[in-house]
């Protein structure tokens, strides 16, 4: 079933514009070596971010599964050493200590957010992290299913995977209550923090509900469900989320054109769909421009979780302005301070190519946000803060993310030619997991 288009807008989706598929497959080419550079490859562990202390995140090591089959898709690197890396990175987390100990790997099949990059124990007393358990899930998955040859490596991979996922124990994380908790540390228990409101929680809710060994009930789903906020702004009504992440971190693995929940079939609207309208609200905040920022306009958006150059509060051309550091940055609501991420930008490829192009062009040729990198695009940056000491520009965050990078590798695919989707529509669990969640539809 075909569902309704926004109202005087051009169709949903798309390609990427024929005149600049030679920019972006080089932009994807030079992200994607982050996960190679950035890596360990004894154990698999892939770094959060360039700092030279940087512990690993367990949510880069899954988007790094996933680029590893898009790199060899792509002929970015040999098949049989990306099929090496994610072997190593699934034997390294099956087989390390899981346990109530401070120091361990894991607990009830999650994993701690960050983890040494040689030894793999718990670092910075992270917490048990349940959605970037996830992440790192749903790259394992993705794996499994590129990886499909009858060779010793591959089927390893096959397997392991498998066994990671029937190993979380997802029922335990709700703890006696409705929704599940964001995480857990050994110190203290539980986290006081569930999710309430649209996140990228979604990719959670999904393998929580597909496990078929420690499942969620159903009703699960639809408690989380009913703290949705629906919004009408500039004239689109949709589902509401500030940062541009939320909407677009689930569907780098899962295709949810024209597939609906029940929330969904309310509105008569999809996920894909939806994103597609917080895109555009975003680049109409970005014109509108209403705290006036110089640098907003039609070709420079993109407001999500990022780095940034406060915390500061600064007089600037007669205005106080507040700037934070890491924080989600959201539009149309804020938290709003200037700082723009190109990687939002290219993530948004799927969902509303004719307007990122455009962006891209600005960001690479124009501002060049690129020059610099080895790792495509720059994180973050902020010409209203006044640091102009490495680029004109203004304040440019010092570090690339590999949170940021993920994304844009497995988007620019799917863009292309929908390579990750294609993936995951093969997986039973992603299956099973949208039917018990109430999707219909579409390639379900």
């Given at each position: 079933?075909?569902?309704?288009?926004?109202?005087?807008?051009?169709?949903?989706?798309?390609?990427?514009?024929?005149?600049?598929?030679?920019?972006?497959?080089?932009?994807?080419?030079?992200?994607?070596?982050?996960?190679?550079?950035?890596?360990?490859?004894?154990?698999?562990?892939?770094?959060?971010?360039?700092?030279?202390?940087?512990?690993?995140?367990?949510?880069?090591?899954?988007?790094?599964?996933?680029?590893?089959?898009?790199?060899?898709?792509?002929?970015?690197?040999?098949?049989?050493?990306?099929?090496?890396?994610?072997?190593?990175?699934?034997?390294?987390?099956?087989?390390?200590?899981?346990?109530?100990?401070?120091?361990?790997?894991?607990?009830?099949?999650?994993?701690?957010?960050?983890?040494?990059?040689?030894?793999?124990?718990?670092?910075?007393?992270?917490?048990?992290?349940?959605?970037?358990?996830?992440?790192?899930?749903?790259?394992a998955l993705s794996a499994a299913q590129y990886f499909d040859r009858d060779d010793l490596t591959e089927a390893k991979i096959r397997k392991t995977a498998d066994a990671l996922y029937r190993r979380v124990d997802w029922n335990w994380a709700l703890n006696r209550r409705a929704t599940l908790s964001q995480g857990w540390r050994p110190e203290?228990?539980?986290?006081?923090?569930?999710?309430?409101?649209?996140?990228?929680?979604?990719?959670?809710?999904?393998?929580?509900?597909?496990?078929?060994?420690?499942?969620?009930?159903?009703?699960?789903?639809?408690?989380?469900?009913?703290?949705?906020?629906?919004?009408?702004?500039?004239?689109?009504?949709?589902?509401?989320?500030?940062?541009?992440?939320?909407?677009?971190?689930?569907?780098?693995?899962?295709?949810?054109?024209?597939?609906?929940?029940?929330?969904?079939?309310?509105?008569?609207?999809?996920?894909?769909?939806?994103?597609?309208?917080?895109?555009?609200?975003?680049?109409?905040?970005?014109?509108?421009?209403?705290?006036?920022?110089?640098?907003?306009?039609?070709?420079?958006?993109?407001?999500?979780?990022?780095?940034?150059?406060?915390?500061?509060?600064?007089?600037?051309?007669?205005?106080?302005?507040?700037?934070?550091?890491?924080?989600?940055?959201?539009?149309?609501?804020?938290?709003?301070?200037?700082?723009?991420?190109?990687?939002?930008?290219?993530?948004?490829?799927?969902?509303?190519?004719?307007?990122?192009?455009?962006?891209?062009?600005?960001?690479?040729?124009?501002?060049?946000?690129?020059?610099?990198?080895?790792?495509?695009?720059?994180?973050?940056?902020?010409?209203?803060?006044?640091?102009?000491?490495?680029?004109?520009?203004?304040?440019?965050?010092?570090?690339?993310?590999?949170?940021?990078?993920?994304?844009?590798?497995?988007?620019?695919?799917?863009?292309?030619?929908?390579?990750?989707?294609?993936?995951?529509?093969?997986?039973?669990?992603?299956?099973?997991?949208?039917?018990?969640?109430?999707?219909?539809?579409?390639?379900?």
């Amino acid at each position: 079933m075909k569902l309704p288009r926004i109202p005087a807008e051009p169709s949903e989706g798309g390609k990427i514009p024929e005149g600049d598929l030679e920019m972006i497959d080089r932009l994807q080419r030079e992200t994607f070596q982050y996960f190679v550079g950035e890596a360990n490859p004894a154990n698999g562990l892939i770094r959060d971010a360039t700092r030279a202390d940087s512990p690993s995140s367990i949510a880069v090591v899954g988007l790094g599964m996933t680029a590893l089959a898009v790199g060899a898709e792509r002929g970015f690197l040999p098949r049989e050493e990306a099929a090496q890396r994610v072997a190593a990175a699934l034997s390294f987390f099956y087989a390390s200590p899981q346990g109530r100990e401070a120091d361990s790997t894991g607990y009830r099949g999650f994993y701690y957010h960050f983890l040494d990059m040689k030894t793999g124990r718990r670092t910075w007393e992270s917490e048990l992290s349940t959605m970037d358990t996830a992440l790192l899930v749903a790259g394992a998955l993705s794996a499994a299913q590129y990886f499909d040859r009858d060779d010793l490596t591959e089927a390893k991979i096959r397997k392991t995977a498998d066994a990671l996922y029937r190993r979380v124990d997802w029922n335990w994380a709700l703890n006696r209550r409705a929704t599940l908790s964001q995480g857990w540390r050994p110190e203290t228990g539980f986290l006081s923090y569930r999710y309430q409101g649209y996140s990228e929680a979604l990719l959670l809710y999904l393998l929580a509900l597909g496990s078929p060994t420690h499942p969620i009930p159903l009703e699960s789903y639809a408690a989380w469900a009913s703290t949705y906020s629906w919004k009408k702004v500039y004239g689109i009504e949709y589902l509401y989320a500030g940062p541009l992440f939320i909407h677009q971190l689930p569907q780098a693995w899962i295709d949810l054109r024209e597939v609906q929940d029940d929330f969904m079939r309310k509105y008569q609207l999809d996920y894909f769909q939806n994103t597609r309208r917080a895109t555009l609200i975003h680049q109409e905040y970005a014109v509108r421009n209403p705290k006036g920022f110089a640098h907003y306009s039609r070709a420079c958006w993109g407001i999500t979780a990022s780095d940034g150059p406060g915390p500061a509060t600064l007089m600037i051309d007669g205005v106080e302005r507040d700037f934070f550091g890491y924080c989600g940055r959201g539009a149309p609501f804020g938290p709003d301070d200037g700082t723009i991420s190109p990687w939002a930008v290219v993530t948004s490829l799927p969902f509303a190519p004719e307007r990122v192009s455009d962006t891209l062009r600005h960001f690479i040729h124009e501002i060049k946000l690129k020059d610099r990198q080895i790792y495509g695009l720059e994180a973050s940056f902020n010409p209203t803060f006044p640091d102009k000491t490495k680029h004109e520009e203004g304040w440019v965050s010092p570090w690339i993310l590999g949170l940021n990078e993920g994304p844009i590798v497995l988007m620019i695919e799917n863009a292309r030619n929908d390579f990750v989707w294609s993936l995951m529509r093969g997986c039973r669990y992603i299956a099973d997991g949208l039917r018990k969640a109430g999707f219909r539809g579409g390639w379900l």
